[in-house]
């Protein structure tokens, strides 16, 4: 059974820098298409960032510039290198995985990922 478990998650000043990682474990983790989505209170979950089978990194525009996805498959590790963050990035962070064995990917909707992680919160002060 694939598990996700994010960490790395906290409370960070405007312009601060956050770095987050998601532990891959029950699968074959070169084989997933991961991504990374947030959810602010009373809002919908959306698309942060996303890295394909292989590497292919793709983020939001709304983050494009300050927040990089990574994945190191031989630690099973997903990673967001969050910087210069801002408090509308202030929200709880989910790590997504979807095996991928004839598509790399990268997947961009919720609904295209099968599994989640828990998330972790991530709170930026003005």
């Known amino acids: 059974q694939v598990q996700l478990v994010e960490s790395g998650g906290g409370l960070v000043q405007a312009g601060g820098s956050l770095r987050l990682s998601c532990a891959f474990s029950?699968?074959?983790?070169?084989?997933?298409?991961m991504g990374w989505f947030r959810q602010a209170p009373g809002k919908e979950r959306t698309f942060v960032a996303a890295i394909s089978r292989g590497g292919t990194a793709v983020h939001a525009d709304s983050v494009k510039g300050r927040f990089t996805i990574s994945r190191d498959d031989a630690e099973n590790m997903l990673y967001l290198q969050m910087n210069s963050l801002t408090p509308d990035d202030t929200a709880v962070y989910f790590c997504?995985?979807?095996?991928?064995?004839?598509?790399?990917?990268?997947?961009?909707?919720?609904?295209?990922?099968?599994?989640w992680g828990q998330g972790t919160q991530v709170t930026v002060s003005s």
């Open positions: 029950g699968g074959t983790f070169s084989m997933y298409a």
């Open positions: 997504s995985g979807k095996l991928s064995p004839y598509v790399r990917g990268p997947y961009y909707r919720p609904s295209d990922y099968g599994y």
